[in-house]
């Protein structure tokens, strides 16, 4: 593929990759003013002001969404983003974590607020942190796809009801997240391995999550579901940009 067009076919996967992205912070700073008085258990006791909190979570969630929409102080937006990220992970999944380890959704919570992260970090195109995204981005996902092994009923992907041997396409669900992953890691076959899995989740997403949610759109948690999928699987997209980008055939964000 010349470099022009691998230019443009990378471009149109980061643009692919933040809208879906940024879509989904938008919505979930839409619930955090719809969900603020149920959010507000999710702030440490020791911290006042818990209803501000929430509010100034889903305000920071909708202008970094912006900021990717228009391509304007991403490299900002995207870095405070995770730290806020971060927070979240060491304040509200760690010690949950720490007090219910054995609670397999819990970490599954956090393992996806992982990845999210990482993709944020990824957004910012800087070259220190690019390998730092790369890594939180797909180690959490080789963790999620071991967890098709264990058939949890909530994992990032699952299997439409109406497949056959839903047994064998859980096995080869979480097969195909973990091959992608270490693919991402080993750093083989430039983007491809993000390529594809991006795909898969997009696949999995219309597959299973979108018919759940117009059965019952006004299903708050559902939507959240939704939308930490299709995060995941914007973020394997601009993962996918990477090499091109770190080899300066292409700017993932100004």
Known sequence: MAKTELYIFMNTLVITGKWLYAITLVVFGIQHFIYAD??????????????FFVYLVAVAFIAAALSIIINKYVRLSCTMLSVMLALFILLIHVPRLLNDPQNPQTWTRALQDVVIMGTALVLTSNLRLLPIGKYLFAVPMIILGLQHFAHMAFVTAKV???FPGIIVWDYLFGLIMIIAAIAILSNRYLGVPALLLGIFLMVSIILYQVPLL?????????????????????GAFVVSA??????NALKIAT
């Open 38 to 51: 149920f959010l507000t258990t999710y702030v440490p006791a020791w911290i006042p002001w818990h209803l």
């Open 160 to 162: 439409p009801a109406y």
């Open 214 to 234: 117009l059965s019952d759109i006004r299903n708050g948690q559902q939507w959240a579901g939704t939308m930490l999928e299709l995060a995941i699987a914007g």
């Open 242 to 247: 990477m090499p091109a980008a770190k080899y």
